[in-house]
Nanobody, 123 residues
Framework: QVQLVESGGGLVQAGDSLRLSCAASGRTFSSYAMGWFRQAPGKEREFVVAVDWSGGRKYYVESVKGRFTISRDNAKNTVYLQMNNLKPEDTAVYTC????????????????WGQGTQVTVSS
């Protein structure tokens, strides 16, 4: 089993940057593809970005391409989401998730979920 804990959220202004972290427990972190999802108030959870086991393959939703970067450090059991040039529409609870499969771009494909961290971008 994998336990995931996100951190790094906060309140920022449009154009600012944030880096989210997702720390995983267990010794099998490198066996999982990792993804970030977000859910804005009144909206369904949506896929944002995913990275494969090694970090070599990544997939971004179109709306964050060029602004967000996912990376992972398997030695530290951590996946990161660097978010630059944040926009008010990026406001959401961001949650990381682990999947045994790749590519996995929907919530159903993920096996473990964190609790989420709030990101609020003011205009």
């Amino acid at each position: 089993q994998v336990q995931l804990v996100e951190s790094g959220g906060g309140l920022v202004q449009a154009g600012d940057s944030l880096r989210l972290s997702c720390a995983a427990s267990g010794r099998t972190f490198s066996s999982y593809a990792m993804g970030w999802f977000r859910q804005a108030p009144g909206k369904e959870r949506e896929f944002v970005v995913a990275v494969d086991w090694s970090g070599g393959r990544k997939y971004y939703v179109e709306s964050v391409k060029g602004r967000f970067t996912i990376s992972r450090d398997n030695a530290k059991n951590t996946v990161y989401l660097q978010m630059n040039n944040l926009k008010p529409e990026d406001t959401a609870v961001y949650t990381c998730a682990a999947s045994r499969n790749w590519p996995t771009l929907t919530t159903r494909g993920y096996d473990y979920w964190g609790q989420g961290t709030q990101v609020t971008v003011s205009s």
